[in-house]
């Protein structure tokens, strides 16, 4: 049996972005070969993100410009997977949102009830639900006004625990998980978060797609997200070193993914 058997036998691959695919608007060499073909090979495909700053849509309009094949049905981000699960935990609630304004509105589109304006403004005193993401147009009244709600007993919901956003240049942004650690230290309250590592992203896709998880592989560059969210899950984990994680991170860390590839090109070699 080949070493490879497990990871050809996949029907569906769930693919990291940022660092995975592409970084900022640098496509990796054989990235979008590789999405062109699978197809081809007989396999489906989900650009699955973390980053709940944009919204869907806002990723098939990215994806295209970037020269990589992309339908709605090929998107899911964390943003979308925190109004499934507000809908489906916490029906009816009320919701402050400190979130970008694409998050926002992803959000309403599932009917989410929102006490506040797309820029954070709200003239409520409590709410039952406070929601934290990859805020990149992020203010001080929403730091202040989501620490007030948490004070008085919110539940915490956050679109995903990454502690940085890669950039080009070796930068990274603060991410999600960067703020609501400031968030935590003033209420003392801790997250849920919904996105990576969490195995109901991928519960989620199984049960849209009729996919079971074993036949599912998750495909990115960070352990403690994209790997694990695979491992939590029960599906096939392929880490690539083009983004987040070298070696020695791999070599030291406790649980190891099923495959460690230079790239995503190298991935594409073997389902060829």
């Not at 992203?201 to 849209?208: A, C, G, H, L, Q």
Request: with cysteine; charged share 20%; aromatic share 8%.
């Amino acid at each position: 049996m080949s070493e490879y058997t497990k990871l050809r036998n996949c029907e569906l691959f769930l693919f990291d972005m940022d660092g995975t695919l592409y970084l900022g608007d640098e496509v990796y060499d054989g990235a979008i070969a590789l999405m062109e073909d699978l197809p081809n090979l007989g396999k489906r495909y989900i650009y699955l993100t973390n980053n709940s700053s944009r919204a869907g849509v806002d990723y098939i309009t990215r994806l295209r410009r970037l020269g990589f094949p992309c339908e709605a049905e090929n998107v899911f981000t964390s943003g979308m997977a925190t109004g499934q699960y507000l809908n489906q935990n916490h029906p009816g609630a009320s919701v402050y949102l400190a979130g970008t304004r694409a998050f926002y509105r992803e959000l309403q589109s599932y009917g989410v009830r929102l006490v506040n304006d797309e820029n954070g403004h709200t003239e409520a005193d409590t709410v039952d639900v406070v929601v934290q993401g990859f805020d990149t147009e992020l203010v001080y009244e929403k730091l202040e006004r989501a620490c007030h709600f948490l004070r008085r007993g919110a539940v915490f919901i956050a679109a995903n625990p990454d502690w940085v956003c890669p950039m080009p240049g070796d930068e990274v942004l603060p991410d999600c998980g960067s703020i609501c650690a400031l968030l935590t230290a003033s209420s003392g309250v801790k997250p849920n978060y919904i996105g990576k590592p969490n195995r109901s992203m991928v519960d989620v896709i199984s049960r849209m797609t009729g996919i079971p998880n074993e036949k599912i592989c998750a495909v990115g560059d960070r352990l403690y997200t994209d790997i694990a969210v695979a491992q939590n899950a029960g599906a096939v984990s392929v880490l690539v070193l083009s983004g987040e994680t070298d070696q020695a991170m791999v070599d030291a860390a406790e649980r190891k993914p099923d495959y460690v590839l230079p790239s995503v090109k190298e991935l594409h070699s073997i389902l060829k």
